[in-house]
């Protein structure tokens, strides 16, 4: 079942901070977090495994809570570069393929 | 490096036609996913290739089909194109033997069906 995010859409002035949801109804292996700009392909930012570990690429934050099946995306102090539609990837098994969700498109103006 | 190429990059069909879609994994990944993904959707599972042989596949007819080739590369394919087929088509590399279970994306096809 594909997770929900919320907002859908955020816009942002640069420095400003901004918070991505994501949720799911199953119980979940992992979370993954993509970001996608415009007529490219989605590029990995991070892992958020059952457990607590983490890994990632950039300076981005983001939580997982396993009782809730809940991750946040925290984007502080925001850039330009930021600006994107960011998807959450849910798994429920090692062994199972990403669901994403339907993205939250984010707009960071100077 | 070269990482995850597709090919071709824009293709327009017309309804009740046949697509080939192609994707080389980034250089040491032997896995390969094919995702879709409508305008302003996120991407949808369509299936998985390893070791040449469909893995895991998502909730999409038998009109799609691929096929991996022993060099790791990897083909999609439509028959009977519908108008809803209109999509980007991604395609996704990934070792499947640990790391962080990242996906490397290909910039996609984007089909258009009339």
């Known amino acids: 079942q594909q997770p929900v995010q919320s907002p859908q859409a955020v816009i942002l002035r640069e420095g400003e901070d901004a918070v991505i949801n994501c949720s799911s109804s199953?119980?979940?292996?992992?979370v993954h977090w993509y970001r996608q700009k415009h007529g490219e392909a989605p590029v990995f930012l991070m892992i958020?495994?059952?457990?607590?570990e983490q890994k990632g690429h950039e300076k981005i934050s983001a939580s997982f809570n396993e009782k809730k099946q809940q991750s946040s995306l925290y984007l502080t102090a925001s850039q330009l570069s930021y600006s994107g539609t960011y998807f959450c990837?849910?798994?429920?098994?090692?062994?199972?393929?990403?669901?994403f969700g339907k993205g939250t498109m984010l707009l960071v103006s100077p | 490096d070269a990482g995850v190429t597709q090919s071709p990059t824009h293709l327009i069909k017309t309804r009740g036609q046949q697509v080939t879609l192609r994707c080389s994994p980034k250089?040491?990944?032997?896995?390969v996913s094919w995702y879709q993904q409508a305008l302003g959707q996120g991407p949808q599972f369509i299936f998985q290739?390893?070791?040449?042989?469909?893995?895991q596949r998502g909730n999409f007819p038998d009109r799609f089909s691929g096929h991996q080739f022993p060099n790791y590369s990897s083909e999609l394919n439509v028959n009977a194109l519908l108008l809803g087929d209109s999509a980007l088509y991604l395609c996704?590399?990934?070792?499947?033997?640990?790391?962080?279970?990242?996906?490397?994306f290909g910039e996609g096809s984007r089909l258009t069906v009339l």
């Open positions: 250089s040491g990944h032997d896995t």
């Open positions: 958020l495994l059952k457990g607590g």
């Open positions: 290739y390893y070791e040449e042989e469909e893995r």
């Open positions: 199953k119980a979940l292996y992992s």
């Open positions: 996704a590399s990934s070792s499947p033997t640990g790391g962080t279970g990242e996906l490397f």
């Open positions: 990837g849910t798994l429920v098994s090692g062994y199972s393929t990403l669901t």
